[in-house]
């Protein structure tokens, strides 16, 4: 997930956070009735990015799912929920727009040997 995001935004590794959250067998439902094999992916991502970087990772992001779950790709669905940078803070500070990475991090004294 972190390889796909940072190959295809150029943010630096460690703006990706991921957690994942099992449920049992029973709690997803679609359509109101319950999906024994659901996999749901959700990523939370600055605004800034071009249709084409999104679909690009949503397609990577599905079709890796599909095979480390061993689910068809019908099971799994992938989305993005996009928000301004100026609405987070990590590691107690301002999040940059997408693009404006370099930049914050020389505002910050981050220094990064490998994206």
Known sequence: ?????CSNTGAPRFFVNVVLIP???????????????PCLVQGLIRS??????????LHELSALVAKITELDEKCVTVGFLEGSA???????MEVPEAGEEIQWMEK?????DKQ
Do not use: C, S, W
């Open 1 to 5: 997930i972190t390889d796909i995001h």
């Open 23 to 37: 449920f049992e067998k029973g709690n997803g439902y679609v359509g109101g009735d319950p999906n024994n094999t």
């Open 48 to 57: 800034g990015r071009t249709q084409e970087v999104k679909t690009k990772m």
């Open 86 to 92: 100026k609405n987070a803070l990590e590691n107690g």
């Open 108 to 112: 910050y004294g981050i220094k990064v």
